[in-house]
């Protein structure tokens, strides 16, 4: 079965700095790739995805790259803001989705 | 559009007995999914259902976890007996038919805790 890796596992930043969660997937056969956000105590919410015709995807501050050559595909969110803090999960997804083990984004002032 | 909605939103059993729980999923969404997502943990599958057939339970814990979704809309998550490696929130969502080329809509998830 799919196996998706993430990392790293926390990430802390500065207020208005970059962040980058980067994912690797082992099943070729995996299409399309969502990143949720999951704030403490909620739902997972679809955030941004990318399918695999397409090597990125922008939308306002986050953004989303693919390399289905290398099978890694990565979410970088610019100028961060202290509400950017969550859990973020990457899956890649064929039949269904196959979620990373989460990264705690902290954005400190 | 109505969310997907499922109950109870929390629910305290103690080990060997049985829980339910139940999810109804967006109108239309042919695709329902039950996650489980142990604290600290990615969401990991237990089972997939496309109207109202079963599409991948191979990481379902068949010995004492079911599941069923008749007449192809809501849906049940049945645990019985209960352990306490079971204490997790499990995690119902849709989407829209295409095999799975479309983000899910989580609802608000089940917390159980087995004590």
């Known amino acids: 079965g799919e196996n998706v890796e993430q990392h790293p596992s926390t990430l802390s930043v500065q207020e208005g700095d970059s962040a980058v969660i980067k994912c690797t997937y082992s099943?070729?056969?995996?299409?399309?790739f969502p990143w949720y956000k999951q704030e403490l105590g909620k739902r997972p919410q679809l955030i941004i995805d990318?399918?695999?015709?397409?090597g990125e995807k922008k939308d306002q501050r986050i953004a989303v790259t693919l390399n289905k050559t290398a099978k890694h595909f990565s979410l970088h969110i610019t100028e961060t803001q202290p509400e950017d803090s969550a859990v973020y999960f990457c899956?890649?997804?064929?039949?269904?989705?196959?979620f990373g083990t989460g990264t705690r984004l902290q954005v400190t002032l | 559009e109505a969310g997907v909605a499922q109950s109870p939103r929390y629910k305290i059993i103690e080990k060997r007995q049985s829980v339910a729980f139940w999810c109804n999923p967006i109108?239309?969404?042919?695709?329902l999914y039950w996650y489980q997502q142990i604290l600290g943990q990615g969401p990991k599958l237990l089972i997939q259902?496309?109207?109202?057939?079963?599409?991948?339970d191979s990481q379902l814990p068949k010995d004492r976890f079911s599941a069923e979704r008749l007449k192809g809309v809501d849906s049940t998550l049945k645990i019985q007996p209960a352990k306490l490696e079971d204490s997790a929130v499990y995690l119902c969502?849709?989407?829209?038919?295409?095999?799975?080329?479309?983000?899910?809509?989580f609802g608000s998830g089940t917390r159980l805790t087995v004590v």
């Open positions: 969502a849709s989407s829209p038919p295409g095999q799975g080329l479309y983000g899910y809509t």
């Open positions: 899956a890649a997804t064929s039949w269904h989705a196959t």
């Open positions: 259902f496309q109207n109202n057939g079963v599409v991948d």
């Open positions: 990318i399918r695999s015709n397409v």
């Open positions: 109108s239309g969404h042919a695709t």
């Open positions: 099943d070729s056969a995996s299409n399309y």
